[in-house]
């Protein structure tokens, strides 16, 4: 077994789109980024990687390269897919905590999962995320920027198992 961890933060700011695990949330604010700065997806990232030996998301998505302006960073998580499979690596469980004063996105935790599962081909039962505020406290406190954390786990597979 592999475990890997992942973190991410972003700054909210006015007139952006606020994206998280995939879905647009509706809010004045959004996160700045080059990509599309899923904070949530960013820490996933982050997490598989680690857990496969493969360097941060950075390594693989560099913040100076056109190519990732505004990319979905579900695309960027597809990328991410594809390692796992060559390295014969399977997901065990996806555990996200996003920490942030507001809106509150419970709601959307289903569809946020769903979009995690479909793109790595696992159950959406594999996938939990939660969220917390920061109690008033620092940057996130005063809703400035948001923040994920993300622990993996996966397992090694022969050509047997299917993933």
């Given at each position: 077994?592999?475990i890997g961890f992942g973190y991410?933060?972003?700054?909210?700011?006015?007139?952006?789109?606020?994206?998280?695990?995939?879905?647009?949330?509706?809010?004045?604010?959004?996160?700045?980024?080059?990509?599309?700065?899923?904070?949530?997806?960013?820490?996933?990232?982050?997490?598989?990687?680690?857990?496969?030996?493969?360097?941060?998301?950075?390594?693989?998505?560099?913040?100076?390269?056109?190519?990732?302006?505004?990319?979905?960073?579900?695309?960027?998580?597809?990328?991410?897919?594809?390692?796992?499979?060559?390295?014969?690596?399977?997901?065990?469980?996806?555990?996200?905590?996003?920490?942030?004063?507001?809106?509150?996105?419970?709601?959307?935790?289903?569809?946020?999962?769903?979009?995690?599962?479909?793109?790595?081909?696992?159950?959406?039962?594999?996938?939990?995320?939660?969220?917390?505020?920061?109690?008033?406290?620092?940057?996130?406190?005063?809703?400035?920027?948001?923040?994920?954390?993300?622990?993996?786990?996966?397992?090694?597979?022969?050509?047997?198992?299917?993933?």
């Amino acid at each position: 077994m592999r475990i890997g961890f992942g973190y991410d933060v972003h700054p909210l700011i006015l007139n952006e789109k606020l994206i998280l695990g995939g879905e647009i949330i509706p809010y004045p604010k959004g996160l700045e980024g080059h990509s599309d700065a899923d904070v949530l997806i960013h820490s996933l990232i982050d997490a598989l990687l680690g857990a496969a030996g493969e360097g941060d998301i950075g390594q693989h998505f560099p913040d100076d390269d056109e190519q990732y302006k505004n990319i979905s960073s579900l695309k960027l998580l597809k990328n991410i897919y594809q390692i796992l499979k060559k390295k014969k690596l399977a997901i065990n469980n996806i555990d996200v905590s996003l920490v942030l004063e507001e809106p509150r996105v419970a709601p959307f935790f289903q569809s946020m999962k769903d979009n995690i599962a479909r793109v790595l081909k696992i159950s959406s039962e594999k996938v939990n995320i939660k969220a917390t505020t920061n109690e008033k406290m620092g940057f996130v406190g005063r809703k400035e920027g948001a923040v994920s954390y993300c622990v993996v786990s996966l397992n090694e597979y022969t050509e047997k198992i299917q993933q």
